[in-house]
Every structure is written in C-alpha cells, then in structure tokens.
C-alpha cells in the first residue's frame, strides 16, 4: 500500500498510515513515510526505523 501511494503521479509530499499496527511494510522510499498506531502490537510488527511512529493507542494514551 505505501509503495503503491509512492507510484503516484504527482508524488504526495508525505504519506501517513493510520493502521492497528498488523501492517506489512515496504522496502524504504523516498518519501516521508507517518504511521499512526491505534493499538500496541509485538515488537516484529513495529514499523521500521525510516518510518516515523505516532502512538495513539490507548496505553500509550493511559501511561504517558
């Protein structure tokens, strides 16, 4: 899917994910990549280190 957003023309500035976390990610791109995590999830799912991660899951809302 981000990979997918990164093919089109013209090509968007930034690209963000709102997503549980149980998200496949692509190879890293040229492009700004957010992921916007609505739940906690294993640590082999997290996003990849090029993709910047905002947590608004509910523990994380909860314990700071």
Known sequence: LVSSAAEINPKPD????????W????DPIDIP????????VP?????PAWIKSIDISLEALTNG
């Open 14 to 21: 930034a690209i963000v994910v709102i997503t549980d976390g």
């Open 43 to 47: 640590e082999h799912y997290n996003p």
């Open 33 to 40: 990549v957010f992921a916007v995590l609505t739940e906690q």
């Open 23 to 26: 998200t496949d990610w692509c």
